[in-house]
């Protein structure tokens, strides 16, 4: 298959969009490290059914994406990296003036900085394979911004730029550096918030999702992890060689506007 022999480590695939990343690259024949900071049997679990389900082989590999040193350290324990998605990420929603300094913080080292460091570990390998991708998963936050969501807009804008200095570094290269920016996309996570919304203003589900949640979504619907998963498999492939640099919205025509 498309992707036999690369080994992808995805970061925060223990969910939503990485994991829905790491299902299509392994369907695409990848051996897949999934990653979290927790260390639980469900992690491990995963790993085990996604090696069975694609005949891949794939590990979970516990490691904090707050922390420096356990970013890089993720890569060399895996001890190939020919395609890094750097995916990990969170979110709090505050006032510039009242956001908890600990909050903006954690956003940014998760966000951005842990980026830097799995790139940064993860090139030497990539040069030496002869190949590499790098996938970050932004967001329509690295484009656009929104109010209350200072930390979360810097760093996903700081990604970016970290995937533009990437591609410059690695022009000459096999290797390519790209960012994906989602829209809304319905994760656990946000698929979890549509009950009590829904109560909250006595609306119905598909009321909830286009009047309240998809209001800067033209589409009105949201993306899937399948489609997040399918374009980062797109950015492996041949037909991506020459497409580095740059950013890929997936976001109902969010960007557009
Ligand atoms: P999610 O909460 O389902 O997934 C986040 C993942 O990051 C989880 O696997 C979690 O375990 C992991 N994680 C959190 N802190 C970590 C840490 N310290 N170390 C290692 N892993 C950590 O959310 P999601 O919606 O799937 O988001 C994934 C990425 O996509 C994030 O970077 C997010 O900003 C981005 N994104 C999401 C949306 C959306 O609408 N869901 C839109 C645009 C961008």
Redesign the pocket.
């Known amino acids: 298959m498309q992707l036999n022999g690369k080994t992808a480590i995805v ?9 829905g990343v790491a299902t299509e690259l392994a369907k695409a024949g990848a051996d897949v490290v999934l ?4 260390d639980n049997d469900e992690d491990h679990k995963l790993a085990a059914d996604l090696a069975k389900e694609h005949g891949v082989n794939v590990r979970y590999i516990q ?4 922390k420096g040193d356990q970013c890089r350290a993720l890569i060399e324990k895996a001890g190939a990296c020919d395609i890094l998605v750097n ?5 709090h929603v505050a006032p510039i003036d009242e956001f908890p300094v600990e909050k903006y913080d954690a956003i940014i080292a ?2 951005l900085s ?1 980026a830097f460091h799995t790139t940064a570990a993860a090139l030497p390998m990539m040069r030496k394979a002869g190949w590499g991708r790098v996938v970050n ?5 690295g484009l656009t911004a929104s109010p209350y969501k200072s930390a ?1 807009v810097a760093a ?1 804008h700081g990604v970016v730029g970290l995937t533009k200095v990437t591609a410059l570094e690695t022009a000459e290269e096999p290797i390519t550096a790209n960012a994906i ?5 319905l ?4 698929e979890a918030q549509i009950p009590d919304t829904m109560k909250e203003y006595d609306m119905s589900r598909e009321d909830v999702i286009k009047n309240v949640m998809l209001t800067r979504q033209p589409s009105k619907e949201f993306a899937t ?1 399948e489609q997040l998963g399918g374009t980062a498999v797109f950015l492996c492939s041949d037909a991506a060689a020459q497409i580095t640099g740059t950013t890929i919205s997936v976001d109902g025509g969010w960007t557009a506007l």
């Open positions: 970061t925060g695939s223990n969910s939503g969009i990485g994991l990653n979290s900071f927790t490691a904090d994406m707050s995916n990990a990420g969170i979110q998760i966000n842990s998963i932004a967001s329509a936050h979360y996903k920016c989602p829209g809304y996309v994760t656990p996570l946000v992890v």
